[in-house]
């Protein structure tokens, strides 16, 4: 079942930017696209852990700041060639308010 | 853009590997200054001659082996006439004349016409069958005439022969070769290397027959035999003439230019008529003609930059290499191998592994090498034969070569062949030479670029970027690296850093979206290499105007501190030409214990870095500093960082100038700026160089009778001694040549480019008579410089920790509290 948590204000989060939530289980990095629209992702780079939320974000996209994989904001998969993938959160935007979609432990599916 | 009307004219004559490549270097340096036209006798758009030997052996196609496309010439507004041949230049008007009779006029006029294969004067040379091997015509005769007969003779035991030769054996013709000689390609190879060469390849079928003097080519109405003059007759229904070139001079030596062997040229590149220059290996320089492409390359490169009007680079000759290129045979040879009683030798013979090595040295230097059956070091031989280096230290290892000196490969790319595959090349990413060398051939890769996207070696730092390109040029084989072509910023764009920095000043433009809008970028917000370098540009052209945009910078610079591999942060606070007080180190060490900062590291700089820090730590530790006096370092920044100082004449017993109050003074006025790529100064107090100044991007060195102001060094993965810039009598000149000297390289270098390839491109003469020489000139950007300062030198910590700007950056968004 997802669970959806108000995070905060779409203006919070600077265009092509992003913030960080943090959780028990590990920081989640919420983005913002030049056309508002906002992602989530875990804040760990597929590569070696890198924290995704310090990369520089383009289009859906954003570059670890690492070693600069690319990684696809909406799936949390790297773009070829590089290959890996962080696992992504649901959001919605609704009235300016951005919500966090989570999954209950039980129900996360082990991909 | 001038119209083509109004552009004076250049008319290159011979669309071959020289001329061309002085075209692509012209069009890099100065794109629109010239309209040009190229006139090519053969057919086609500019190839890969060097290539026509595997083509020939069916291991690549001449699909395979074309250079420029006919699309090519037409994007860059370059008029192709092929299969057009120039019959007459008439310098009187200024035209040259095409053997249609059609006159076309020129302002400066390219000669690049190359050299034709030397027929012999034998009875029979004329009948068909019987070619030389030059171009794709010749290729495309061999190959029919292996379909529908047996026997071919190539005539010429040298390179082009012996590459002949193999590419007819694997069509599946019987090939005799004929030699003068008793030892084959004796220009390159000694006796033993000639006879190993000879074994290998008789044992793949070639039959030799040499010494032989060939007397006569017989047949009718088509070759059908050879005679030899001690009367021996064997069969051949193909003969291949390769027993050299001879320059193709004709054109010139009838227009009255001045013709030896080749064509006279100057160091520039011209003839004796100053309008008209020559490339190739129609040339003659320096007493000398080549019939190589690297010689050649470096020819064009002096030529474009001539035409181009910019620079004063000469040519002063090369030393060349030969290798092979029969598939399975290695083979290498350099400089001079004639015994003679001041030279000395280094020969190993490894008869089972069918390997042969000879170094000759005079004068404990390498002056010529052969290698047989091993040729991973010939490149590393060759690079110390050219650099003339003392090699006695090594000498007993020598001929074991690069591998066995212990020399990991950071010297440089001539060692890269010589790597086993598991020696890390990209030293940020952990990038092994066996994975490059796997992705290159397993997946087609051929430019850096794709060497980048697939393996992440040279994506970080970048400083390894020329060991990657060697790999690339040591898998993909061939003696040269591909040209370099007009290179776009990035995936996102088809322009250039030039394009680029050309257009935001010519068209006043502010934004990065107005710029990629206007430039068409392929990308709604670019990616992670132009949006900075943009963001550089504008930042660059506009001091004062232009608002940074945080989003565009990488972390380092958005957050001000270095990232580490766990997220964490490094401070490094500024240390004033690396003079600081026990007050200071007191803050420091309170920050440290305050923050529980794990590592407290003295860095290369002359300052104190404290590593790992937490992000949402950095404001409060910026303000203790703050309140220390201590302002932001920018070591994190693509700008200037530290000024290191030796104590000079303040202490030193040898100092002859203050070098901490001038390193003070420079930094002082100095912070804060950015640059293309990070920029290091240093001074030292004395030539004893205690600051090692001469490995920084601006180093100065004090005598007693001022200050050697020295530029363009570095000391990373790539090692450079700086370049002599000039010498000045007092503090102030110092100051403002080195900030006039930085403005230069503001508003000239690419995005992450550091000074010293800034130098190496735009060239330092250039750079010193703009910042040396023309004294209004050195104003104007200093003043220029002065004025950006005015802008960027306020605390970046400060604005962070006392006026809270970014706070959204140090801060979470929201907390849960989820399992
Ligand atoms: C089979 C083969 C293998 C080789 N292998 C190697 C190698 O491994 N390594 C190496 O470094 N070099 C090698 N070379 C040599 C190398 O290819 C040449 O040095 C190089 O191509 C010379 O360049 P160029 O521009 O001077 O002449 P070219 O490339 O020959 O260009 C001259 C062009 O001018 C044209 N032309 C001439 N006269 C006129 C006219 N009057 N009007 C119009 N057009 C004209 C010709 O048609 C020709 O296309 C090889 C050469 C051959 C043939
Ligand atoms: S600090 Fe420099 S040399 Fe050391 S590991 Fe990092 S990049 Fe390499
Ligand atoms: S460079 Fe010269 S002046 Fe400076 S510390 Fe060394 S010896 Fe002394
Ligand atoms: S950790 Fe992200 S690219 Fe290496």
């Known amino acids: ?111 | 853009m001038l119209d083509k009307v109004n552009k004076p004219k250049l008319v290159v004559i011979g669309n071959g590997m020289a001329g061309i490549r002085t075209v692509e270097v012209l069009l890099d340096r100065a794109p629109d200054l010239y309209d040009i036209t190229v006139f090519g006798s053969e057919p086609y758009g500019n190839y890969n001659r060097i290539l026509l030997s595997p083509v020939l052996a069916g291991e690549k196609t001449v699909d395979d082996i074309m250079l420029n496309t006919e699309q090519w010439y037409e994007d860059n507004g370059i008029t192709l006439r092929k299969g057009e041949m120039i019959e007459m230049i008439d310098r009187r008007t200024c035209e040259v004349v095409t053997a249609e009779g059609a006159r076309v006029p020129y302002d400066r006029l390219l000669i690049a016409t190359g050299s034709n294969p030397i027929m012999l004067p034998l009875p029979g040379k004329d009948l068909p069958g019987v070619i030389g091997f030059r171009d794709i015509q010749d290729v495309e005769h061999m190959v029919k005439a292996s379909t529908s007969y047996k026997n071919a003779v190539v005539i010429g035991g040298g390179l082009l022969g012996l590459e002949a030769a193999n590419g007819l054996m694997k069509r599946g013709m019987n090939v005799t070769v004929v030699h003068l000689l008793d030892t084959l390609m004796e220009r390159q190879l000694d006796q033993v290397a000639g006879g190993l060469l000879r074994k290998s390849l008789e044992e793949r079928g070639m039959v030799f027959k040499m010494p032989a003097q060939t007397e006569a080519i017989l047949g009718t109405d088509r070759v059908t035999g050879v005679r030899f003059a001690d009367g021996e007759e064997i069969p051949a229904d193909l003969v291949v003439m390769a027993v050299g070139i001879r320059p193709n001079v004709e054109l010139a030596r009838k227009a009255g230019l001045y013709c030896e062997r080749g064509i006279v040229v100057s160091d520039t590149m011209q003839t004796y008529d100053g309008r008209i220059y020559a490339v190739g290996e129609c040339v003659q320089h320096r007493r000398q003609t080549y019939g190589l492409v690297a010689p050649l390359f470096d020819q064009a490169k002096v030529c474009a930059n001539h035409l181009a009007m910019k620079g004063f680079a000469t040519y002063d000759g090369s030393v060349v290499s030969t290798k092979l290129k029969v598939t399975g045979i290695d083979l290498f040879s350099a400089g001079d191998f004639a015994p003679g009683a001041d030279k000395e030798e280094i020969v190993m013979q490894d008869a089972s592994r069918g390997v042969y090595k000879r170094i000759i040295l005079r004068d404990k230097r390498i002056v010529g090498a052969v290698l047989y059956g091993d040729t991973v070091d010939g490149p590393w031989y060759f690079q110390h034969l050219r650099d003339g280096t003392d090699v006695s230290h090594m000498r007993e290892r020598l001929v074991f070569g690069a591998a066995n000196l212990g020399d990991g490969g950071h010297s440089g790319k001539n060692s890269v062949a010589a790597m086993s595959d598991d020696t890390e090349i990209c030293g940020c990413n952990g990038v092994c030479k066996g994975t490059i060398v796997k992705a290159i051939s397993e997946k087609k890769l051929f430019t850096i670029d794709d060497v980048r996207a697939h393996t992440k070696a040279s994506s970080s730092c970048g400083s390894c970027t020329g060991l990657v390109e060697q790999v690339l040029a040591f898998t993909l084989g061939g003696d040269y690296s591909a040209a370099p072509k007009v290179k776009p910023i990035c995936a996102c764009t088809d322009h250039s850093h030039d394009d680029a920095r050309r257009v935001i000043v010519e068209n006043g433009l502010k934004t990065i979206p107005d710029v990629m809008k206007f430039m068409d970028w392929k990308t709604a917000n670019g990616c992670h290499s132009c949006r900075p370098a943009l963001n550089y540009y504008l930042l660059a052209t506009w001091p004062g105007e232009y608002r940074d945009d945080q989003q565009s910078r990488y972390i380092n610079e958005r957050v001000h501190a270095n990232i580490q591999k766990d997220g964490t942060y490094s401070v490094v606070p500024r240390m004033w030409g690396g003079v600081t007080t026990p007050d200071e180190l007191r803050a420091i060490a309170d920050v440290a214990d305050k923050f529980n900062i794990p590592t407290v590291k003295v860095t290369g700089g002359q300052r104190i870095d404290l590593l790992g820090v937490k992000k949402e730590d950095l404001p409060a530790v910026w303000a203790d500093l703050n309140k220390a006096g201590m302002v932001s370092g920018h070591a994190y920044a693509k700008g200037l960082r530290t000024v290191k100082t030796c104590v000079g004449s303040e202490w030193c017993r040898f100092g002859t100038q203050d070098s901490t109050g001038l390193g003070i003074k420079l930094e002082k006025f100095m912070w804060g700026s950015w640059t293309p790529a990070k920029v290091k100064l240093a001074v030292s107090g004395c030539p004893r160089n205690c600051a090692e100044a001469t490995c920084k991007d601006v180093g100065v060195v004090c005598v007693d009778s001022g200050y050697e102001i020295h530029f363009a060094g570095a000391a990373g993965l790539h090692i450079k001694g700086t370049e002599f810039l000039t010498k000045v009598a007092t503090e102030e000149e110092t100051l403002e040549i080195i900030a006039a000297l930085t403005q230069l390289y503001r508003e000239q270098g690419w995005y992450l480019e550091r000074m010293y390839k800034w130098c190496d491109r735009v060239g330092l003469d250039a750079i010193r008579k703009q910042v040396v020489d023309d004294v209004a000139n050195r104003k104007a950007l200093f003043s220029r410089f002065a004025h950006s300062q005015q802008f960027s030198q306020s605390d970046p910590w400060a604005a962070r920790a006392e006026r809270g700007v970014d706070r959204n950056e140090f801060t979470p968004l929201a907390e849960l509290e989820l399992a």
């Open chain 1, 1 to 111: 079942m997802t669970k959806w948590i108000e995070i905060g204000t779409l203006n919070d989060i600077p265009v092509l930017g992003s913030r960080v939530v943090r959780t028990a289980s590990g920081n989640i990095a919420v983005f913002r696209t030049s056309d508002d629209e906002v992602f989530a992702l875990d804040d760990r780079c597929p590569h070696k852990g890198g924290p995704l939320s310090q990369g520089i974000v383009h289009n859906k996209r954003v570059t670890c700041p690492l070693h600069n994989f690319v990684i696809e904001l909406k799936s949390g998969m790297a773009v070829a060639p590089d290959e890996g993938c962080t696992r992504a959160h649901p959001t919605k935007v609704e009235n300016g308010i951005v919500w966090l979609g989570v999954q209950a432990v039980a129900t996360v599916p082990a991909e």
